[in-house]
Antibody, heavy 119, light 112 residues
Framework: EVKLAVHGGGLVEPGSSLRLSCVAS????????MEWVRQAPGKGLEWIAA??????????EYSVSVNGRFTISRDVSQNILYLHMNNLKTEDTGIYYCARDVGGIDDYWGQGVMVTVSS | DVVMTQTPVSMSVSLGGQVSISCRSS???????????LSWYIQKPSQSPQLLIYKVSNRFSGISDRFSGSGSGTDFTLKISRVEPDDLGVYYCGQGTQYPLTFGSGTKLEIK
């Protein structure tokens, strides 16, 4: 059974850093594209980052809103996907989901964690 | 970037009824490989999004045949027949044809 468990959310001040983890089970992380999608309070879904699979050298794509501040990575030995977030802004507040991407299709999603950026 | 426009923003339907949700993209979603990466998701209250339909008209594993997708190019539709209480939530279309991946703004389905 495919499962994605997201950890690491919390309350942080503007300008600080945070790392989210997405623990994958039921499949081999290195074989799949993976994504992070976020949702601001009361708003819709916003794709923010993706990493391709092993065959594509785990290359990454970022939205304009996070490019240069966020880094997506993975530890394939532990089957964990990460999102490293630096220089956090108040507008980064929201629920963060990881999702498995099968050819542009997000077939499984993690449960999401809340990140609140506030002074 | 591909802009995804969903209508209506919200709708109310009686149990057993039928609804249609429209999704239009600002560019064709036909990929170079010939596939059209248009998906539909439902986000039930306080839950993560769940995949319903992928590549326009393919139901994901375990999804009822009450859900059907259609369309091509830039114009797509999700139809839900014989609406049940568990269908309430927000429906999103999303495109996976090109980066940045983008979603529609959502359609909230309420049960009368």
């Amino acid at each position: 059974e495919v499962k994605l468990a997201v950890h690491g959310g919390g309350l942080v001040e503007p300008g600080s850093s945070l790392r989210l983890s997405c623990v994958a089970s039921g499949f081999t992380l290195g074989d799949y594209y993976m994504e992070w999608v976020r949702q601001a309070p009361g708003k819709g879904l916003e794709w923010i980052a993706a990493t391709r699979n092993r065959a594509k050298d785990y290359s990454a794509e970022y939205s304009v809103s996070v490019n240069g501040r966020f880094t997506i990575s993975r530890d394939v030995s532990q089957n964990i996907l990460y999102l490293h977030m630096n220089n956090l802004k108040t507008e980064d507040t929201g629920i963060y989901y990881c999702a498995r991407d099968v050819g542009g299709i997000d077939d499984y999603w993690g449960q999401g964690v809340m990140v609140t950026v506030s002074s | 970037d591909v802009v995804m426009t969903q209508t209506p923003v919200s709708m109310s339907v009686s149990l057993g009824g039928q609804v249609s949700i429209s999704c239009r993209s600002s560019q064709s979603l036909v990929h170079n490989n010939g596939n059209t990466y248009l998906s539909w998701y439902i986000q039930k209250p306080s839950q993560s999004p769940q995949l319903l339909i992928y590549k326009v008209s393919n139901r994901f594993s375990g999804i009822s045949d009450r859900f059907s997708g259609s369309g091509s190019g830039t114009d797509f539709t999700l139809k839900i027949s014989r609406v049940e209480p568990d269908d309430l939530g927000v429906y999103y279309c999303g495109q996976g044809t090109q980066y940045p991946l983008t979603f529609g703004s959502g359609t909230k389905l309420e049960i009368k």
